[in-house]
């Protein structure tokens, strides 16, 4: 091979090495990955930016996070008076339905963390209390279009709030009262021009719905918890000790024998789940009203050597269960036989196993009835030095004293439970006093009830009423008994025509039976009297035919709410066994009186105008509701009257706003006076009035209008800056000669009050007549 040869081939095995050590390395070094992978994993692979992992917590903290921000839109536009200023559009609805997601979306997280056996925490339930507020302010204020006054639906706001405040612990409910008055605020100054009276008067609502919920119905909802919560099985290993401590507290019969003692046993032993289930009751009562850490009651055991701790509510960590009879605070209560009440570091307290010292201690001692020992010591504390009140000790005195009437009452329970049809009777005539919800309701059960239990030829029930600092009783309720069957051989009752005339009498306190068991919170008479010679009631009331008698007093704690008299025309009828179960029956009417009236109370609230009496508002829309659906079924009238005062912008700017109340509740008086008892007197808001009247026409309506007019025009309103005279127009309409339909009724009726006003003003307008009138007179000159 020639030289040249030779070079060209190494020269070619050259270029071939090195391609091949370039493609060598090539295949070995890390080859650059492309720019879409890299933006890829930078943002949706699992540790980027957006993967599935950063998208499930956005997602959760966007889920967490909506309802509050729904809040705060819609707390913006109720500010804003968007639902007021407006008609309901679609922006509206939008908003409406974004809070009804809202709202069901912590309705159902709710729903999941009760189903995993957890409870809401603060933030759950402010969620919740601040969107069903925010519902119910929206609703309220969507009704205000076209309106004068406050909103028809206001009432739902208040009625939410108790609800809320009565139902979620005290820290979420104080915060949604706060959360309600700032709402309140912001939609009042909002407002631009709305009275002050009307904020104070909305913010007042709010506390006193709050407060008298939690009040008076928060002990209804712990009743119900209390029922749930009640076990059997859990105390089943107490109720041989705790049944002989507690006929310890209500003393005991003499011994019984055989079957008899064996049944006696058993039904001690539901006794004493029932009175537990009273004294929880009391105790969660006192844990509230006093705010205390710790309420408990230790009972003495039979020696008085040891307290044995009987029922307790505490927000620490445990109690004793035993204490010394004769040792620390509680011993020194069970030997003076008095209350005790000490402040400042306790040391001497002895009842926390741990040590702890309790700033404030108030025990008092729990006395038998019969007998006056002691038999135990209740006791509430608080660990921050706020001392106890003789008022707390008051309250706490009468809730040991309640302890001590339940055990008393179970033990009678007990002892009437021995015959089976006596034990049937008393239950269910307990049960149905219970479910009773109104005063006339409660007498006109306590009176079947006291029939079905003893002889009954005559029955009444008094009520013991107090106004202006002087007392009077009233015959509530009376009944002749009974009629006698056919073939009985029974005469009609001696007493049967007096009925009509005793039911509705009022008497003032006398000497006499009725009187004296208020007095005296006793059953009388305590021993045989002639009854014809008796002063029953009053002295010119005289009982004849009957030759047993008895009163008893309707108790609701200490209090005697008025008396259940029962007579019969047989000699010796009230003793015994029957008597001592009726009296237990009256205790429990004089506390289902008394829960009746409190919720009459609150009705009252909910459904009048706190100035002037009247039906409020909203009440009257459903009065109405109600009247023209009845004469629309029957072929019936009704008449709607609106009035107006006259002028009264000027009463208030001259006299000022207290005088203007004296006016309104004076003009609201003269309409109620002139109004029938049928028919509907509210007030529609503002200066304004109504009256609802069924089966009235046209015609006997413009009658009651004019006779309500003259007697406001002579009416003088005196005043702290004077007397004060004012006039009245009115506008009245009927259904169904002047309108169809609710709503032109009403539109009827406001017409004829504004020509009225338009036109002189102290006058009585009706459209349909004034229309009439002036065709009337249009055809006139035609005819002639």
Not at 541 to 550: E, I, N, Q
């Amino acid at each position: 091979m020639t030289r040249p040869a030779v070079e060209l081939a190494g020269a070619s095995g050259a270029r071939l090495g090195s391609a091949r050590d370039r493609r060598a390395r090539l295949s070995t070094a890390p080859r650059p990955r492309a720019l879409l992978v890299d933006a890829w994993a930078a943002l949706l692979s699992d540790g980027g930016m957006v993967g599935a992992p950063a998208r499930h917590r956005m997602w959760r903290f966007a889920a967490r996070s909506a309802p509050a921000a729904v809040a705060a839109a819609s707390g913006g536009l109720l500010a804003a008076r968007v639902y007021a200023d407006a008609p309901f559009g679609l922006g509206h609805a939008l908003s409406f339905g974004a809070l009804l997601a809202a709202l069901g979306t912590v309705c159902w997280r709710r729903a999941a963390t009760a189903r995993e056996g957890r409870s809401g925490t603060l933030r759950d339930d402010l969620e919740l209390g601040s969107l069903l507020l925010l519902l119910a302010f929206t609703v309220a204020q969507a009704t205000e279009v076209g309106s004068s006054g406050d909103p028809p639906l206001q009432a739902v706001v208040y009625l939410v709030l108790a609800g809320l405040v009565a139902y979620l612990p005290r820290g979420a409910g104080l915060a949604l009262v706060g959360f309600t008055l700032l709402v309140e605020a912001a939609v009042w100054c909002a407002g631009r021009g709305g009275s002050a009276w009307l904020a104070v008067a909305h913010f007042g609502f709010v506390l006193l719905f709050a407060a008298l919920y939690h009040a008076l119905l928060a002990a209804r909802v712990a009743a119900g918890r209390r029922a749930e919560e009640a076990a059997v099985e859990r105390r089943k290993r107490e109720l041989d000790d705790r049944a002989r401590q507690l006929r310890l507290l209500v003393g005991t019969d003499s011994p019984a024998d055989g079957d008899r003692a064996e049944r006696a046993e058993r039904l001690a032993e539901a006794a004493v789940l029932e009175t537990d289930t009273a004294a929880h009751g009391l105790l969660q009562a006192a844990e509230t009203a006093l705010r205390a850490h710790t309420a408990a009651i230790w009972l003495l055991t039979a020696d008085d050597a040891e307290l044995r701790l009987w029922e307790c509510r505490t927000q620490g960590d445990g109690i004793a269960e035993r204490l010394p009879g004769g040792e620390g605070p509680l011993g020194g209560v069970v030997k003076r036989r008095a209350p005790v009440r000490l402040h400042g570091a306790i040391k001497l307290a002895n009842h926390y196993p741990d040590g702890s010292q309790p700033q404030a201690l108030m025990a008092v001692p729990l006395l038998a009835r019969v007998g006056g020992y002691v038999r135990g010591v209740m006791v509430v504390d608080r660990m921050e030095p706020v001392p106890f009140t003789d008022e707390d000790e008051k309250l706490l005195v009468t809730l040991v004293r309640e302890v001590a009437r339940a055990a008393e009452a179970e033990a009678l329970i007990r002892d009437a439970r021995l015959s089976r049809d006596e034990t049937e009777r008393f239950y269910g005539a307990i049960e149905r006093l219970n479910r009773t919800a109104k005063p006339r309701e409660v007498c006109d059960m306590l009176l079947e009830v006291a029939a079905e239990m003893v002889p009954l030829d005559f029955g009444a029930i008094t009520l013991w009423e107090e106004s202006g600092g002087k007392g009077r009783h009233r015959v509530a309720r009376v009944t002749a008994g009974a009629p006698a069957a056919e073939g009985d051989g029974r005469a009609a009752s001696p007493v049967a025509g007096a009925v009509a005339q005793l039911e509705g009498r009022e008497f003032p306190d006398n000497g006499g039976l009725v009187a004296c068991a208020v007095r005296l919170a006793s059953s009388l008479p305590g021993r045989a009297l002639r009854i014809e010679e008796a002063v029953v009631f009053d002295e010119a009331t005289c009982l004849r035919g009957l030759l047993s008698l008895k009163v008893l007093p309707l108790k609701a704690g200490d209090a005697v709410l008025g008396t259940l008299v029962v007579g019969a025309r047989t000699a010796g009828a009230y003793h015994g066994e029957a008597v001592r179960q009726l009296e237990v029956v009256a205790m429990q009417a004089g506390d289902a009186l008394l829960r009746a009236r409190l919720f009459e109370q609150t009705e009252r609230l909910a459904t009048t105008d706190g100035l002037t009496g009247l039906v409020n508002h909203r009440s009257f829309q459903a009065r109405l509701d109600e009247h023209i659906a009845a004469a629309r079924r029957y072929g019936k009238k009704v008449s709607l009257l609106f009035t107006d005062i006259d002028h009264f912008k000027s009463v208030n700017d001259t006299y000022g706003h207290p005088a203007g109340d004296v006016v309104l509740r004076g003009v609201a008086a003269i309409l109620h006076r002139e109004a029938r008892t049928t028919d509907v007197a509210a007030r529609y808001g503002g200066e304004e009035f109504a009256l609802v009247m069924p089966e009235t026409d046209l015609v006997g309506a413009m009658r009651t209008a004019e006779r309500i007019r003259q007697k406001v025009g002579e009416a003088v309103f005196r005043t702290e800056q004077g007397e004060i005279r004012i006039t009245l127009s009115i506008g009245v309409a009927a259904f169904p000669d002047d309108a169809g339909s609710k709503a032109d009724l009403i539109e009827a009726a406001d017409g004829g009050l504004y020509h009225a006003k338009r036109h002189g003003r102290n006058q009585t307008v009706s459209l349909s007549t004034l229309r009439a009138g002036q065709r009337a007179a249009a055809d006139g000159p035609r005819a002639r």
